[in-house]
């Protein structure tokens, strides 16, 4: 089973910054098969990212991924209030599917 | 454009099993595998297992081998997940997810989940 280990657990940033959100897996992950949800309290995840760096239409520009093999990244480049949330990482590459922890972002 | 609709909340018994159901409208229902995910309170999210409805094709995570059964209704394009002999660690909210087009699936075996049900409340206590 891969473990996705995510980092840091929180963080709480100003509007406007930039931020950085970290996945690392225990082994390469699968033609990299990675999503990255975020979820709000009462809130199914929203799919943000998939296949480690594929933005759906509908996603706002700033959100990004990055990464291959174990190191994934998911980049806000500037923060919104509405980003405040849980942010998840999720590999599809083999079975068992697994999420990291989740990293929640607040907002200052 | 697709949605996925799950029953209600419920509350079970220790050692009891509970049923939830995940409509899915809006879409092609047989050709795309449909995943479970629980989510304990205040807890990150777990895979629980997928079927692909085409071929009645289960893949269970072996934490719940033996006590979840996923099951799929074409006719109805309903997808189920049935998990028994319930513990108070399974109050959880169940959620069904699935790709909602080709641009999220690659094949059987690998797609991202896009689209989510709402969400079932499952609580165990006796």
């Known amino acids: 089973e891969i473990v996705l280990t995510q980092s840091p657990g929180t963080l709480s940033l100003s509007p406007g910054e930039r931020v950085t959100l970290s996945c690392r897996a225990s082994?390469?992950?699968?033609?990299?098969?990675v999503v990255w949800y975020q979820q709000k309290p009462g809130q199914a995840p929203r799919l943000l990212i998939h296949?480690?760096?594929s933005r759906p239409p509908g996603i706002p520009d700033r959100f990004s991924g990055s990464g291959s093999g174990t190191d994934f990244t998911l980049t806000i480049s500037s923060l919104d209030p509405a980003d405040s949330a849980v942010y998840y990482c999720?590999?599809?590459?083999?079975?068992?599917?697994?999420f990291g922890q989740g990293t929640k972002v607040e907002i200052k | 454009q697709v949605q996925l609709v799950q029953s209600g909340a419920e509350v079970k018994k220790p050692g009891s099993s509970v049923k939830v159901s995940c409509k899915a409208s809006?879409?092609?229902?047989?050709?795309?595998?449909i995943g479970w995910v629980r989510q304990a309170p205040g807890h990150g999210l777990e895979w629980m297992g997928d079927?692909?409805?085409?071929?009645?094709?289960?893949n269970y995570a072996q934490k719940f081998q033996g006590r979840v059964t996923i099951t799929a209704d074409e006719s109805t394009s309903i997808a189920y997940m049935e998990l028994s002999s319930l513990r108070s660690e399974d109050t959880a909210v169940y959620y069904c997810?699935?790709?909602?087009?080709?641009?999220?699936?690659?094949?059987?075996?690998?797609?991202?989940?896009?689209?989510w049900g709402q969400g079932t409340t499952v609580t165990v206590s006796s």
């Open positions: 082994q390469s992950v699968s033609r990299n098969y």
């Open positions: 997810a699935r790709a909602s087009s080709t641009w999220f699936l690659v094949d059987y075996d690998h797609y991202a989940m896009d689209v």
């Open positions: 296949a480690a760096s």
């Open positions: 809006g879409g092609t229902f047989t050709n795309y595998p």
């Open positions: 999720h590999q599809y590459g083999s079975s068992p599917w697994t």
């Open positions: 079927i692909i409805p085409i071929f009645r094709r289960t």
